[in-house]
């Protein structure tokens, strides 16, 4: 079965970044809370392909760290550490 070159991109796409579902569950963010800080420029940064958002990865992770370790003390973003090392 021949694959296409737009499904090809998208799981390249979709191979180092998350959508938007995805990410709520990584940070364990409701989808409207999300949207929120995405209003006021507090989210992860993201980017969009025609009416699709992405988030990337690895910045994903780093806003994460910085957010958890601001917010929480630095216990928060060891707990992310461990659990993203332990899958």
Known sequence: ?????????????????????????????????????????KAPPSFTIGRRRFFPKDKTHEWMDVEFSQQNGVEAGDRWHQKSQAK
């Open 1 to 41: 079965e021949a694959t296409t070159s737009s499904s090809v991109r998208t799981e390249e796409i979709s191979s180092v970044n998350y959508s938007v579902d995805e990410v709520c569950i990584v940070i364990g963010l409701s989808r409207p809370t999300l949207y929120s800080l995405m209003s006021v420029g």
